[in-house]
């Protein structure tokens, strides 16, 4: 049986003419937070190596000047049922397969990064880095090999819960539509604790975005690693349950975490007439569709969305960069300038109106310097504060593993393949495996290939 090993995946041994791109700054610019749609790298329109209508692709990011992103794994949350679950881990495994083939399709552009000194070797030679992080832990179907296996991937973060609460943990905002309680009634459940003691041991962020209070106060008793909030703004700012009390950004910080001020607009100001706009937009939208309820997944790149969007946001404008660095700084007055970040949260509803995409990216290192900011703060702010908490959590890690070696085999074992696809399972070492399914073409193996034919090394 061959063996694909993830560390070709990880390294990107490909030989290029040369950087596709020069980085515009002496300091990373890292977004904590791009979601990518259900068919990325699946049709031009979603190809990030094209001029494409997303809101980040590779373009806009060397334009702009955004040297790297954690491209995110999102699945939404369903049903507590062994069907369902089984669905979102399968939605997971095809944005995983996706952010590989980007990386694996443009090696002149962007590298998977894996590790912080890989993001600062990547921007010193002049590529773009694309990190993965999980929104959702309901992804990993109740079973916690998957976050081994999920690791496997490339995943540096996982997001405990969205909105509704998942057997992981409550939520920021409670499903109250199908029964679930308006205030969480309780915090992090047993398995949810497990996630996060095996993130630490990993070297796994774990990510607090989304989560409850109650959620949040115990990820910090449990964890012995810094934390992060990788699409959270203040509070105190903007009266939001999404949005983080001055309360736990002290202890985050405490903690040595660090949160990541999220421009979405709604995060950022209250807009009242806006929200009651898109919603009865999406509404609208889904009635056209036969649908019960708003998908944003499958919905949000229709025609009369994208007209309605439009409308909208002349009707309504959407805050500005330089109130969304109001949030950064309030940040530093509650926590200090060593516990804030950037984050998009593009694709998924992020946005202000001169941040549109990621083309607009120096706007919001404009706004900082407007604010008062020194070159070293920002330098902070946009990626340095997220480098550090990321190797502190891989020290954790590191003393863990000395104590205690998991059991952690970082390679992809492939079954008999069918014509054309096939079926690829992860071992963690902790029990029965994960099988994502490709079908990218090949036929003699689950080697994942190029359209310019560069594949992975091989071992028999």
């Given at each position: 049986?061959?063996r ?38 699946g049709?031009p329109?979603?190809?990030?190596g094209?001029?494409?209508?997303m809101?980040?692709?590779?373009g ?13 794994v ?27 083939r ?10 998977l990064?894996?590790?912080p000194?890989?993001?600062?070797a ?20 109740h ?5 081994d ?8 973060y996982i997001?405990?819960?969205h ?11 409670p499903?109250?539509?199908h ?37 949040v ?8 690693a810094p ?9 105190a ?9 001055d ?10 975490g ?5 421009a ?13 706009a ?10 056209k569709?036969?649908q019960?309820?708003?998908d944003?997944?499958t ?17 309504y404008p ?10 950064i700084?309030h ?42 900011f ?20 891989e020290?954790v ?8 070696a ?43 290939r190029s ?10």
């Amino acid at each position: 049986m061959k063996r694909i090993v993830l560390a070709t995946l990880i390294a990107m041994p490909f030989i290029c003419a040369g950087p596709g791109y020069a980085a515009q700054t002496d300091f990373l610019t890292i977004d904590t937070h791009v979601d990518i749609p259900a068919d990325f790298m699946g049709t031009p329109a979603h190809d990030p190596g094209n001029d494409s209508e997303m809101q980040v692709d590779l373009g806009k990011m060397e334009r702009g000047g955004l040297d790297a992103a954690f491209f995110v794994v999102y699945v939404p949350q369903g049903p507590l049922t062994a069907k369902s679950r089984a669905k979102a881990v399968e939605q997971a495994a095809e944005k995983f397969e996706a952010i590989h083939r980007m990386v694996l399709e443009y090696p002149d552009r962007i590298r998977l990064a894996t590790r912080p000194d890989q993001v600062v070797a990547n921007h010193k030679a002049g590529y773009l880095s694309a990190m993965i992080g999980v929104e959702n832990a309901y992804s990993l179907g109740h079973d916690l090999n998957r976050l081994d296996a999920m690791y496997a991937l490339g995943a540096r973060y996982i997001g405990l819960v969205h909105i509704g609460n998942n057997g992981l943990c409550s939520s920021s905002l409670p499903d109250t539509e199908h029964g679930e309680p308006a205030v969480a009634e309780h915090g992090i459940t047993g398995f949810g604790r497990k996630v996060v003691e095996r993130a630490n041991r990993l070297g796994m962020m774990v990510d607090i975005s989304h989560a409850s209070d109650a959620c949040v106060r115990d990820v910090l008793e449990i964890s012995d690693a810094p934390i992060i909030a990788s699409h959270s703004s203040s509070r105190a700012l903007r009266d939001h349950p999404r949005n983080l009390s001055d309360d736990l950004i002290r202890a985050i910080a405490a903690k040595g975490g660090v949160i990541q001020a999220v421009a979405l607009g709604s995060y950022v100001a209250a807009l009242p007439k806006r929200r009651a706009a898109i919603r009865a937009l999406r509404q609208r939208v889904a009635e056209k569709q036969e649908q019960d309820e708003f998908d944003r997944e499958t919905m949000a790149d229709l025609p009369a969305m994208k007209a309605g969007m439009k409308k909208i946001n002349e009707r309504y404008p959407l805050p500005s960069v330089d109130d969304f660095v109001d949030h950064i700084e309030h940040i530093v007055k509650v926590a200090g300038i060593d516990h804030v970040g950037i984050a998009s949260d593009f694709n998924g509803g992020g946005g202000l109106r001169d941040w549109q995409n990621a083309a607009q990216t120096q706007n919001v290192t404009e706004a900082l310097r407007r604010a008062g900011f020194s070159n070293k703060e920002i330098a902070k702010v946009w990626g340095g504060n997220l480098l550090r908490v990321w190797r502190t959590v891989e020290r954790v890690a590191a003393s863990k593993q000395r104590a205690a070696a998991p059991p952690v085999h970082e390679e992809i074992k492939t079954s008999a393949p069918l014509q054309g696809e096939g079926v690829c399972s992860i071992h963690a070492g902790l029990g029965r495996p994960v099988n994502l399914h490709y079908s990218w073409g090949i036929a003699s193996d689950c080697g994942i290939r190029s359209k310019s034919g560069a594949g992975l090394e091989r071992k028999a």
